[in-house]
């Protein structure tokens, strides 16, 4: 690699000062070749590169985790309402079924109309005014 052919990095001129010729020359075994600081500074460079990947990595996988408890805690909390929501009905059904009887307005052909041939458990009832004749 000749010197001064990293455009990006600044830290590098064409033509070392003397002083840097004077260190070099004096401890060679310190800093060695340009090409090896270069190496040593890119290999730097890289290391903070990959700890950064890695912190941003760690954070995504928290982010994950949290969403992921937030979502159980809502299906829960939805899971509930649909277990309540559907005791609601089944007492409901109750209710109408044994007031049905009671009700002088309505015969069991009567029944049929308002609820349907297949009144069933998941049939919507309709609410429906008793007026007397």
Request: proline fraction near 5%; include cysteine; charged fraction near 25%.
């Given at each position: 690699?000749?010197?001064?052919s990293?455009?990006?990095?600044t830290?590098?001129?064409?033509?070392?000062?003397?002083g840097n010729?004077?260190?070099?020359?004096a401890?060679?075994?310190?800093?060695?070749?340009?090409?090896?600081?270069?190496?040593?500074m890119r290999?730097?460079?890289?290391?903070?590169?990959?700890q950064?990947s890695?912190?941003?990595?760690?954070q995504k996988a928290?982010?994950?985790?949290?969403?992921?408890e937030?979502?159980?805690?809502?299906?829960?909390?939805?899971?509930?309402e649909v277990?309540?929501?559907?005791?609601?009905a089944?007492?409901?059904?109750?209710?109408?079924?044994?007031?049905?009887?009671?009700?002088?307005?309505?015969?069991g052909?009567?029944?049929e109309?308002?609820?349907?041939a297949h009144?069933?458990?998941?049939?919507?009832?309709?609410?429906v005014?008793?007026?007397?004749l």
């Amino acid at each position: 690699m000749a010197q001064g052919s990293d455009n990006n990095d600044t830290s590098y001129t064409k033509s070392p000062s003397p002083g840097n010729k004077q260190i070099s020359t004096a401890f060679p075994a310190l800093l060695g070749s340009t090409d090896d600081v270069r190496k040593v500074m890119r290999r730097e460079k890289n290391r903070i590169a990959a700890q950064k990947s890695r912190m941003r990595q760690t954070q995504k996988a928290d982010n994950l985790h949290l969403e992921s408890e937030n979502l159980e805690k809502e299906n829960a909390a939805l899971r509930k309402e649909v277990k309540r929501l559907t005791e609601e009905a089944k007492y409901l059904s109750t209710v109408l079924s044994n007031h049905e009887p009671l009700c002088t307005g309505l015969s069991g052909a009567s029944t049929e109309i308002l609820y349907g041939a297949h009144h069933g458990a998941f049939h919507q009832h309709i609410s429906v005014p008793h007026y007397p004749l």
